[in-house]
């Protein structure tokens, strides 16, 4: 089955340490996502890569980092930077970034990072 | 720029009656918008999409939304909800000219009780 992963489920970390998070996604898909989720904030955007090699900023990107080495991997960096990294984590893919209008986005299970 | 508003953070129904989540949106023309829902601890899933096509869109799990360019919203709803709908529902819209860069509303959590 054809899907996005992002490992871990749950992860603790304290403050002053950067943090990975992994997403893998075998959907073929040259679009990833990183959105932070917070209680009554809906998603926001971190970062997002139209293609391998490439990234941009999205709304809220001070104290993260990514890269896109592999198609299929797009992993985020919470760095000791971040002052609320406290969050729910969810990646995200799509067919294209525009060359397929309304392509929906894929996601993944998230990953909750408690900061302490 | 394009924005929504969804006016309910929470709802709560019995099972078998109707479902209606609120979105209202802005924007200086007819966007595209879409519906997601995540189920607790899960990632969201597209619900429905309304692409200038047709008024009624029609979505998984028997959700219905209509856009109403008079009343700027885009309301979601279903004639009888189930257990299994409670979840967090989301109305999205897209950045012009980036269809795939999203602007999110705060989320409407729906609740179904017995």
């Known amino acids: 089955d054809g899907g996005i992963t992002q490992s871990p489920k749950y992860l603790f970390r304290k403050e002053g340490q950067n943090v990975t998070l992994s997403c893998e996604q075998n959907?073929?898909?040259?679009?990833m996502y990183w959105y932070r989720q917070d209680p009554g904030q809906g998603l926001r955007l971190i970062y997002y890569?139209?293609?391998?090699?490439?990234?941009q900023k999205g709304d809220i990107a001070e104290g993260y980092s990514v890269s896109r080495e592999k198609k299929e991997s797009f992993p985020l960096t919470v760095t000791s930077a971040q002052k609320n990294p406290t969050a729910f984590y969810l990646c995200?893919?799509?067919?294209?970034?525009?060359?397929?209008?309304?392509?929906?986005?894929?996601f993944g299970n998230g990953t909750r990072l408690t900061v302490t | 720029a394009q924005s929504v508003t969804q006016l309910d953070s929470h709802v709560s129904v019995s099972e078998g009656t109707p479902v209606l989540l609120r979105c209202n949106y802005s924007?200086?023309?007819?966007?595209?918008l879409f519906w997601y829902v995540q189920h607790p601890n899960k990632g969201l899933q597209l619900l429905l999409k309304?692409?200038?096509?047709?008024?009624l869109v029609k979505g998984i799990n028997g959700f219905e939304a209509e856009f109403k360019k008079s009343e700027t919203s885009f309301h979601l709803t279903k004639p009888s909800a189930h257990m299994s709908d409670a979840a967090e529902y989301f109305c999205?819209?897209?950045?012009?000219?980036?269809?795939?860069?999203?602007?999110f509303g705060t989320g409407t959590r729906l609740q179904v009780t017995l």
């Open positions: 995200a893919s799509s067919i294209s970034f525009s060359g397929t209008p309304y392509s929906p986005l894929h």
């Open positions: 959907l073929n898909h040259d679009a």
């Open positions: 890569s139209q293609i391998v090699n490439d990234f």
């Open positions: 924007s200086s023309y007819s966007p595209s």
């Open positions: 309304y692409t200038s096509a047709a008024t």
């Open positions: 999205v819209v897209p950045l012009t000219g980036t269809a795939s860069k999203l602007t």
